[in-house]
């Protein structure tokens, strides 16, 4: 995730009942990406998920090294 360190990423959690939507999205690039996990996990658990997930889409799309 070194390679997000000075990135502005906008963090939004939707509980659905048992399950939170968790959306995370780079400012810079516009990408967007969502997950889901139980919301028992604790919120900085989803936090990271979904930064990682966003980290793994900008390097596939080749907008980060």
């Known amino acids: 995730m070194e390679s ?4 502005e990423i906008i963090i ?3 509980p659905v ?6 959306s ?3 400012v ?11 919301a028992n996990a604790g919120e900085e658990t989803l936090k990271l998920n979904a930064i990682k997930r966003l ?7 080749g907008l980060i090294q």
């Open 4 to 7: 997000l360190k000075n990135r």
């Open 12 to 14: 939004e959690f939707f």
């Open 17 to 22: 009942g048992q399950i939170v939507k968790v």
């Open 24 to 26: 995370a999205m780079d």
């Open 28 to 38: 810079e690039t516009l990408t967007e990406i969502s997950i889901q996990g139980p």
């Open 55 to 61: 980290e793994y889409v900008l390097r596939k799309k």
